[in-house]
């Protein structure tokens, strides 16, 4: 299945403009969905990307409590959530489809740009109806005259990603042979009238254009335009005849995709960000670009906040029997009904997240214990290798493990590297090592509040003994 990394590089979804875009790891799945359901088990099952904090009934709090984000942009505590797929085969069962996150633009778009504001802290929003079965040609967006309507639907569309060539987009789910993955996309309100959430999500309106335009006059704060992109490795399940695609609600045809937002940033990290990076054309959505968010980047979310443990106790991944929870498939083209059922009530984890963490960050002379000095970070490119000595993998990985094998294996120096991989030698031959304070690495596998390096880079430790040299032997 293609990396996010790498679907960022094809995506066409939108022209060049403002905006900054962030890759997003999956932190849960499940039915959860404290903007329609807060407190209880959802109709149906949501990947969620974001806050590790997140729950059944989370708050700002909540979210700006979490020890992490599965987002590249750790200041930014918010939840990001869609349905699940599923592929359902002709015995009524269905297999999860791959789906590695979600990625996340925020765009300076609308005729009033300039004067965006943050979303406030805690404001939620809800895009696209999940009960759709068919094009609503009916309901639009605003007009003025001057700037013209367009179909609300037009928020929902999807982009076949196929060798063959570009497939055009549409708004629902034409096409699901696609050999490099089915890309579904989703604009959301960019218009607030000021008041708090509004389960009807009244609160919100979409831009004339919806991706552009001008707000209505009911509506008339701008914000930044949300829009997701969320990748489906439909080539990547086995098919068979009568099987077919299927969004967790019952949704065949693509039209009921939806996706949720709550807001979890810093508040002064995205007040600058607004007002320094959004409308900024010539950033071309890279995060390094602009100084607040780039502070906070790291390339390793999806390691150092992995997805956590279901919080509603219910099989939703793999293959299970049907499509979990009172979800029936309906074709349309009338809109699906909604459905209770009253003994639908799997237990909850209560787990809690356990917060922000205190990072062990050593400078280059500093102990760890009696017997290990941090020499600093030395960079491994593989060709040779800094430390040519012992070596192994753990998933339970830690700076102690690790120094406590390469001494009993009678060497002066541990690397520990890619959160799982532990190096050991007597010196760092040619190499350099130095101060990686404010380099991005990876947490320990064991301990998530140790580093154990990065791609290419080894946090190296020694013994403490004198001022050893541990460049090339003498």
Not at 35 to 64: C, E, M, Q, R, W
Not at 165 to 180: F, K, L, S, W
Not at 334 to 340: D, I, Q
Not at 438 to 461: F, H, R
Request: hydrophobic share 30%; glycine share 10%.
């Amino acid at each position: 299945m293609a990396s996010l990394r790498a679907l960022l590089t094809t995506s066409m979804a939108l022209p060049a403009a403002a905006f900054w875009r962030m890759s997003c790891g999956i932190i849960q799945t499940g039915r959860l969905d404290p903007n329609i359901s807060p407190g209880a088990v959802s109709a149906h099952v949501h990947k969620v990307s974001g806050a590790s904090n997140f729950g059944l009934s989370s708050t700002y709090d909540d979210l700006i409590a979490s020890r992490c984000t599965s987002c590249e942009i750790q200041d930014d505590k918010s939840a990001y959530w869609t349905p699940q797929m599923y592929y359902q085969r002709a015995d009524g069962s269905v297999e999860e489809v791959p789906n590695g996150g979600t990625v996340v633009y925020y765009l300076g778009r609308g005729e009033n740009r300039e004067n965006i504001e943050p979303f406030p802290p805690g404001f939620r929003m809800v895009s696209g109806d999940p009960f759709l079965r068919s094009n609503d040609t009916a309901s639009v967006t605003y007009s003025d005259g001057k700037f013209l309507s367009r179909p609300v639907s037009d928020r929902v569309s999807f982009a076949c990603l196929d060798s063959s060539g570009h497939i055009p987009e549409v708004n629902y789910m034409a096409r699901t042979e696609c050999d490099q993955g089915l890309r579904a996309q989703i604009q959301f309100q960019s218009c607030w009238d000021g008041r708090d959430y509004q389960l009807d999500q009244s609160h919100v309106a979409y831009l004339s254009g919806i991706d552009n335009g001008v707000c209505p006059p009911t509506h008339p704060r701008q914000l930044p335009h949300l829009f997701f992109e969320v990748y489906y490795g439909v080539a990547d399940v086995e098919k068979e005849p009568g099987g077919r695609f299927v969004f967790a609600q019952g949704d065949p045809t693509g039209f009921g995709f939806h996706g949720d937002f709550m807001n979890g940033w810093d508040p002064d990290v995205l007040k600058e960000a607004v007002d320094l990076c959004i409308n900024d054309d010539s950033f071309n959505g890279q995060i390094s670009y602009c100084p607040p968010l780039a502070k906070s980047q790291t390339p390793f979310y999806a390691t150092n906040c992995p997805e956590r443990q279901p919080i509603v106790n219910e099989q939703v991944k793999g293959t299970v029997e049907c499509i979990p929870g009172c979800n029936v498939v309906s074709d349309g083209p009338a809109r699906a009904a909604r459905l209770f059922c009253p003994d639908d009530t799997p237990s909850i984890n209560r787990a809690a997240d356990e917060g922000p963490l205190a990072m062990f960050e050593p400078a280059p002379g500093d102990k760890l214990g009696g017997s290990s000095v941090f020499v600093g970070c030395v960079a491994d490119n593989g060709n040779p290798r800094p430390l040519t000595g012992a070596s192994f993998t753990a998933d339970n990985m830690t700076i102690e493990i690790c120094v406590a094998f390469c001494e009993d294996k009678g060497y002066a120096l541990a690397g520990l590297e890619y959160s799982r991989e532990c190096y050991c030698g007597d010196s760092i031959g040619s190499a350099t090592a130095g101060d990686c304070s404010t380099t991005s690495k990876m947490i320990c596998a064991g301990d998530n509040t140790q580093w154990c390096g990065a791609p290419s880079l080894l946090t190296v430790w020694g013994r403490a003994v004198g001022k050893r040299n541990y460049t090339e032997e003498q």
